[in-house]
């Protein structure tokens, strides 16, 4: 077993330091209240088997909560003050800074949190330490000047989570939707650096990587890209390449058809489609942003978002070639090729697409067999989405929901100022997220004792907590001027204000959203009632909570004119600690806190055996209800020979649910060659590992993992808690 230090660090457990300081508590008290060393050694024992009860790594704070308990309850009560006393001191001397400890062990790579917080970064390289110790700042002023102490409290304990308060110091939203269109057809600046609008594919597609790196830079969240606004330049690079082929033949003597000329021309137009598709994929997973990681974007491919004719079978085009290069991966070190983590893929299903006979159908062919290779692109059904949205548009890279546009009702007056603004068209590109705070579920059911009346009279004043917590990140956003991110409030990324004006009048009326994040709805559900959500009497009391969520959110709209929304959290190292502070304060109940994470938002708890129609068509009905994000999944076995089945699903995703993906394994062991799934053991101090099955490897620097985490793929490993989660996930087909 290991111990987590309060720096981060992981060390090998060792029970004599236990021994130690009670002793040092029983030296501190008076000779007639002190306690035999057969006592101490028994406390310590009592202590020692508690800890390997747990199987997981423990921290030290929670090794001292157990030592307390021993103590009280063998009737030491003098000796506990004392230890109690002194572990309060040494907290307060902590508490003066809380920062140093940990930025060593960045900079020493033995901070094991670090190491496994965020699966799409290497917290070995330079950048990324650089970002963690500017985080760890930013996390310590925040707690000891910006958050209010319950609500910090109520974060540590893992009642609340108030994301991202490593970068909250600043004033930074979340993540977006790229306003691309505007930036390319009207012109942008980068770096001070005036860029027109690009006269050809190839140029776009260069010049949206580079808007890519800074918009990235410039937020702590997802973005997400269309390739329709990449669509008319094709036709541009095409128009040139005809005129440049006549000339050619001219100068050459050659009489030649216009035919013939355009045969050609398209000939190059397709290569040139070619080196610009390959541009994006590998200028995103070679570039490192400021925070150390590839920018984690996003890019939709919807046939529907442009005019049926030349630029919708231009965008077909791109979409083809997209996916063909996405199926045959990137290479490591070896040279093998194997599956990147970004951009992530979404495809639109719609009807021009998803029945045999419609005229896109052999791109939605292709996508099935990307899935089955690569896992992505994840699918949104254009049916659903309309049928609860009224409109088709894509998720941002977290998989965060804006809310429908509303402005046209009211006359919006493009208060954006952006150049490509159509007065009657609903505008979603250009919109962004505000931040995220979520709500513990698991905890209120546990504090609730499964009284009914409780839980709902807890549920609310949770709910309360959250609210102040979002406005007080609302509030942090308003003031903000234009000028601390150019790219996105001047040039055109999400508007183009004036230099020196604030961005007050794009966190109201709906342009941008914030979200209340929730998870662990199964064992909520589970710990109430006794019963999986996808039982009758479980997912009739499972939707009524996400319908509570959504009242709060609808009560808060009204109240303020700002666009809540109900997020099912992806939770990436949330569900590690969610999980460890439950069982800190709940112990281990079956079936609720047992395991080392909670599931994620609405989900079907991942060892719950259901088929993948089904469980996609139950999960439907509360993916309804999470209107501000989620996705569903079903995981399935090797498909790339029965791209059918794979198929199958996407139309069934089509009739049945807004947006969803299928989970395959994509690894390989740089060690023997070994190209297949790499399995998840124990090792002695039950802790999670990743073995190759052929050979034996052990040392993750030398395989290539990637795996789902939370709608999008990670390839830098996971904490305890999200590597169990996957262990545990069962074949849905």
């Not at 409290?153 to 505007?182: R, S, T, W």
């Not at 216009?258 to 390959?278: F, H, L, P, S, Y």
């Not at 979409?319 to 992530?344: C, D, H, S, W």
């Amino acid at each position: 077993m290991n111990v987590i230090k309060r720096s981060g660090e992981e060390v090998s457990f060792d029970a004599e330091k236990i021994i130690v300081a009670i002793r040092k508590a029983n030296n501190a008290t008076r000779n007639t209240k002190q306690i035999t060393d057969d006592e101490i050694t028994e406390i310590a024992n009592q202590v020692i088997a508690q800890c390997n009860a747990i199987q997981r790594s423990i921290s030290v704070e929670e090794i001292q909560d157990l030592v307390e308990n021993q103590l009280m309850a063998a009737g030491a009560y003098t000796v506990a003050h004392n230890y109690i006393t002194y572990r309060y001191e040494r907290a307060l001397i902590r508490k003066a800074n809380t920062t140093d400890k940990k930025i060593l062990s960045l900079l020493g790579n033995t901070n094991e949190e670090a190491k496994q917080e965020n699966s799409n970064k290497n917290p070995t390289v330079n950048s990324t330490q650089r970002d963690y110790m500017a985080g760890e700042v930013s996390k310590d002023i925040t707690r000891r000047f910006l958050l209010p102490a319950d609500i910090w409290d109520a974060h540590e304990k893992g009642i609340i989570h108030f994301h991202d308060a490593d970068y909250f110091a600043q004033p930074m939203y979340n993540c977006c939707l790229v306003n691309l269109e505007d930036m390319l057809q009207n012109g942008t600046v980068i770096s001070g650096t005036k860029i027109d609008k690009p006269h050809s594919f190839a140029t776009a597609c260069n010049i949206a990587t580079q808007i890519i790196a800074q918009v990235a830079s410039n937020q702590y969240g997802g973005q997400t890209i269309t390739l329709s606004h990449l669509a008319p330049f094709v036709d541009i690079s095409r128009q040139k390449y005809r005129k440049a082929v006549a000339e050619e033949m001219e100068a050459a003597g050659v009489d030649v058809s216009q035919e013939k000329i355009d045969r050609i021309a398209e000939e190059r137009v397709r290569r040139e489609i070619m080196t610009g598709v390959q541009t994006i994929q590998y200028q995103i997973i070679t570039l490192m942003t400021t925070n150390g990681q590839a920018p984690f974007v996003t890019v939709f491919m919807y046939l529907d978002e442009v005019e049926e004719g030349r630029t919708r079978d231009d965008l077909a085009l791109i979409i083809e070639e997209m996916l063909k290069q996405r199926m045959v991966g990137v290479k490591n070190e070896k040279g093998v090729y194997i599956t990147p983590a970004f951009p992530k893929l979404i495809y639109a299903l719609d009807e021009d697409n998803v029945h045999e006979d419609s005229k896109y159908y052999y791109l939605t062919k292709l996508a099935a067999e990307c899935t089955a290779k690569r896992m992505v692109p994840d699918y949104i059904s254009a049916k659903i989405m309309k049928e609860l949205k009224g409109d088709v548009y894509p998720c941002m890279g977290c998989r965060s929901f804006l809310t429908p546009d509303r402005f046209t009702e009211n006359g919006w007056d493009n208060n954006e100022h952006a150049l490509n603004h159509e007065d009657g068209k609903h505008k979603y590109y250009g919109r962004f997220n505000q931040g995220v705070v979520t709500i513990n579920l698991v905890d209120i059911a546990c504090s609730s004792g499964k009284d009914m009346d409780l839980f709902w009279k807890i549920f609310d004043e949770r709910l309360d907590m959250c609210y102040r917590a979002l406005m007080i990140r609302h509030n942090k956003l308003k003031g903000t001027l234009s000028d601390t991110a150019p790219i996105l409030w001047q040039y055109g990324a999400i508007a183009r204000l004036k230099k020196g004006e604030t961005i007050d009048k794009l966190l109201y009326n709906g342009y941008s959203t914030i979200s209340l994040g929730y998870g662990g709805l199964a064992e909520c559900v589970r710990y109430m009632t006794g019963l999986s959500h996808t039982s009758a009497d479980g997912e009739k009391f499972g939707l009524a909570v996400m319908q509570h969520l959504n009242d709060a959110c609808t009560k808060w709209k009204m109240e303020t004119n700002i666009d809540f929304s109900v997020y099912g959290t992806p939770m990436e190292s949330t569900t590690y600690k969610f999980s460890k502070c439950l069982q800190e304060r709940f112990g281990i109940i079956k079936g609720v806190t047992d395991r080392n994470y909670i599931t994620n938002s609405y989900h079907i708890h991942v060892s719950e055996e259901i088929n993948a129609f089904d469980k996609l068509t139950k999960e439907a009905r509360f993916q309804k209800l999470s209107p501000g994000g989620a996705i569903s999944y079903v995981e399935v076995p090797n498909m790339q020979n029965n791209i059918q089945a794979v198929l199958a699903i996407m139309k069934h995703i089509y009739k049945t649910i807004m947006y969803a993906e299928l989970n395959t394994k994509s690894d390989y062991c740089q060690k023997c060659g070994y190209n297949g799934e790499i399995d998840i053991v124990e090792d002695n101090n039950h802790k999670l590992i990743w073995k190759c099955p052929n050979c034996g490897n052990t040392d993750q620097n030398t395989m290539n993992v990637a795996r789902r985490t939370c709608g999008y793929i990670g390839t830098q490993f996971w904490n305890q808690g999200r590597t169990q989660e996957i262990k545990e996930r069962v074949l849905h087909l």
